[in-house]
């Protein structure tokens, strides 16, 4: 093994969630499926091909150079949309490859007028309209500007979608900023009509939350993030949906497991401190494995005396600080624990498991900073 550790990706767990997720966006809704920040963690181009394969054909990034990533993989009949940063030098770029995108600024948008006068193709734009996050979007005042441009330039530019996007679509504590927004989405739109020869081929609003929790915000396409992975945004949506649906089981499953393997398995005697500092005295005769995974290889130093991994089907404790590239398990309790078994940090293992909400419980980040610091290099393996 040339890696420290490897991360396996799961085709079933995948595929039920798609399913699942695209039965709740509803008939006739697209399902765009966003693979931002290198695919939340799990690697854009082994995610890609596993997500065409479970039928999905639009994927989402934020940035150009996850586009470049994404368009150097994906099959043609995949569409590719970029919800955020796109550099005017690029534009051309992105045109002529076929990628829709956002636009939420005049001069982006005057920018995008000129570049396509001159590209082969027109340029599919989706306008994000400011409904209350204050982040990105065109407030009211500016569509009557917006609509006229996109009306001049009809020939070189085409309409695709309307979008905003929520302040927090998973926290009950915004339930009404939220509603506001869906209705302010649904007063904008008008703004873009018939009688006007502006027809938006589709109206999104939907994040994971707006499709497991506000059923209204599924409207002609939905952009699914985390939970297509297994995770839920957080624990309260978790819930919410729980209690709606009536579920005693988790519909959604982790796609991602990480593993890695024990370096060294060493004796310690009572009263002894472990690893970097003062940290960890031993409370009794221990016996302790190192596993070649750190804070540089994107296991959070805040775990340190707090996280746990699975070896030999067992929960075991990280013990002292995390270092960079190792950290230091007490295994006093497993009788056969030898150097090469596998380590669980995320996943299953047996009839144990860790996820990494748990995880991030213990140290306050959300499941998506946690998958997000995972790094690139790590190879990626398909499983079943
Ligand atoms: C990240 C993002 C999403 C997906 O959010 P999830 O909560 O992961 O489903 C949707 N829309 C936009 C604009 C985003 O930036």
Request: glycine share 6%.
């Amino acid at each position: 093994m040339l890696f420290t550790s490897y991360i396996e990706l799961s085709k079933s767990a995948l595929n039920n969630n798609i399913q699942y997720l695209k039965k709740k966006a509803g008939p006739g809704t697209r399902y765009s499926l966003v693979v931002k920040a290198n695919a939340y963690g799990h690697g854009i181009e082994d995610l890609l091909p596993m997500v065409e394969a479970c039928g999905v054909d639009h994927v989402s990034v934020f940035s150009l150079e996850e586009a470049r990533r994404a368009l150097e993989i994906k099959k043609q009949a995949c569409d590719l949309m970029i919800m955020g940063f796109v550099d005017n030098d690029h534009l051309e770029w992105v045109i002529e490859n076929d990628i829709s995108f956002f636009i939420f600024t005049k001069e982006r948008l005057d920018a995008v007028c000129k570049v396509a006068s001159t590209t082969t193709k027109p340029a599919r734009i989706h306008v994000e309209m400011e409904t209350g996050m204050h982040r990105t979007g065109f407030p009211e005042s500016t569509l009557e500007y917006v609509a006229n441009k996109l009306l001049e330039n009809k020939e070189n530019i085409y309409l695709e979608g309307l979008c905003t996007h929520f302040a927090g679509a998973e926290s009950m504590e915004n339930f009404e900023r939220v509603n506001n927004q869906i209705k302010n989405f649904n007063r904008l739109c008008s703004w873009f009509n018939k009688e006007k020869g502006l027809i938006p081929k589709y109206r999104h609003v939907a994040c994971s939350a707006g499709v497991l929790n506000f059923p209204d915000s599924s409207m002609d396409m939905v952009r699914v993030g985390i939970s297509s992975y297994g995770f839920w945004p957080n624990n309260e949506t978790r819930m919410l949906h729980f209690r709606n649906s009536g579920f005693s089981e988790d519909p959604l499953h982790q796609v991602l497991s990480w593993k890695s393997r024990v370096m060294s398995v060493n004796h310690v005697d009572e009263d002894e401190y472990v690893s970097y500092g003062k940290s960890y005295l031993t409370n009794r005769k221990s016996k302790i494995a190192t596993v070649p995974v750190g804070y540089g290889y994107g296991f959070s130093r805040n775990l340190s005396n707090m996280g746990h991994v699975l070896i030999n089907g067992k929960r075991v404790s990280v013990v002292g600080a995390v270092n960079m590239n190792m950290m230091v398990v007490d295994v006093t309790d497993l009788p056969d624990v030898k150097v090469d078994d596998e380590v669980v940090l995320i996943g299953k293992q047996g009839d144990k498991s860790i996820t990494v909400s748990s995880f991030s419980d213990m140290n306050n980040s959300m499941n998506y900073e946690l998958l997000t610091r995972l790094p690139q290099p790590i190879p990626r393996f398909e499983v079943d």
